[in-house]
């Protein structure tokens, strides 16, 4: 991929984090990949407890290499007095302030938002939590799974027989790009008006945004919306059916979709005349005729055919790929999203962010070694610990 190296979008943005596990760094590694200065204060001697969650790259913890690219490591006891000064010297300098400490934490340690921003009328501070500043949920625990479960995520998700989390921390993802946008429109406003601002982002408050679906069927529909698997509650035919050698995803999204995958793909124009199933509404009412249908013919065709007739047709369909189908997909290595990135234990492979500008590419910067930084910092700031 060549592109003309323009400044990148968050270039001269300084960023101070107070961050661990996975909705605030990853906010931050966004940041960074747009090219601001983050700069991640860690725990001396320990760091980020995402740091020991596995070992599986070379050494290092998936999610501490996928979550911390481009970051500078600074080591402070913020139960000092030099510490917390130190912190405050960096503040001073930055131009967003964020952190996901235990509830209240900061605030005792003298960062909290209404003094930062009496401080700093120009900062925008970032406050990430569980469950939001109040409420009888405030103090609790804010794991990922326990968060979907109290958002009614795990309610709609898994099969009719067994409810599940999603397979990646979704309520934690969800925050960190509530977070992102949250400075994005920050910035935007201070530049027209120079005030910074404070922002808070739960955890809670993510997820629940994220089950507007399933919310609106309760609210006005009266009705828990059923778990189904990889299928869908209101449409069908939107599920997985069998091929001749496995298996592949259809999902027909309009009655239109209906009648071409009944007709060009199946061959079975009777069931697009047939009343009981033109319209969504009725399929959905006999989901398992409709797929009992779908599914005597998918399994004539191999999983290669059928997907190769379908994709012909217009209609949406997708193989059921491992991890390891995903590592050397077709659609990555030909648009060529793959970049090494540096660590101390060596370069490592990494996708390239979502975010494609067509005059520059995004900053994938090295993942930091605990402490790396904080001599360069602490020098930078004219401080001696």
């Not at 400044?7 to 101070?16: A, R």
């Not at 501070?125 to 109040?134: F, K, L, P, Q, T």
């Not at 027909?252 to 009944?262: E, I, S």
């Not at 007739?309 to 030909?334: N, T």
């Amino acid at each position: 991929m060549t592109v003309d190296q323009s400044p990148l979008p968050l270039d001269g943005i300084t960023v101070v984090a107070l961050e661990q596990a996975v909705a605030a760094p990853l906010a931050t590694r966004h940041l960074a990949d747009m090219g601001a200065r983050v700069i991640k204060v860690e725990r001396v001697g320990e760091g980020d407890f995402a740091r020991d969650y596995d070992d599986a790259v070379r050494g290092l913890a998936s999610h501490f290499v996928w979550l911390n690219r481009g970051k500078e490591s600074l080591t402070l006891d913020l139960k000092s007095p030099a510490g917390q000064s130190a912190l405050r010297a960096l503040v001073d300098r930055s131009d967003v302030f964020l952190q996901n400490l235990a509830p209240g934490a900061a605030a005792r340690l003298g960062f909290g938002a209404p003094e930062l921003r009496a401080e700093h009328p120009e900062l925008i501070v970032v406050d990430m939590s569980g469950y939001g500043d109040a409420g009888p949920y405030r103090e609790r625990k804010a794991y990922d799974m326990l968060v979907q479960a109290e958002a009614g995520l795990i309610s709609v998700t898994g099969t009719a027989d067994e409810a599940a989390k999603t397979g990646i921390p979704t309520s934690d993802i969800a925050a960190g790009m509530y977070a992102v946008t949250s400075i994005l429109g920050a910035l935007v406003r201070r530049g027209t008006t120079g005030a910074g601002a404070a922002v808070a982002v739960s955890m809670f408050d993510a997820t629940v945004e994220w089950m507007g679906h399933p919310m609106y069927m309760r609210l006005y529909g009266d009705r828990q919306i059923a778990r189904s698997g990889v299928g869908h509650a209101a449409i069908v035919p939107y599920d997985r059916y069998p091929t001749a050698d496995g298996e592949i995803l259809i999902g027909v999204q309009n009655d239109r979709g209906w009648r071409v995958l009944v007709t060009e793909v199946l061959g079975r124009p009777e069931l697009a005349a047939d009343p009981r199933y033109a319209t969504n509404i009725e399929r959905v009412r006999r989901r398992a005729e409709v797929d009992a249908e779908v599914a005597s013919e998918t399994k004539r065709f191999s999983t290669v055919e059928l997907d190769e007739k379908l994709a012909a047709a217009g209609v949406p369909a997708a193989e059921i790929r491992e991890l390891d189908g995903v590592v050397g997909h077709p659609q990555l290595a030909q648009r060529d999203r793959w970049r090494d990135v540096e660590t101390e234990v060596g370069p490592i492979r990494a996708v390239l962010p979502p975010m494609t500008f067509a005059d520059v590419e995004m900053r994938m910067g090295p993942v930091p070694a605990l402490g790396e930084h904080t001599d360069a910092i602490l020098a930078e700031l004219g401080i001696e610990l």
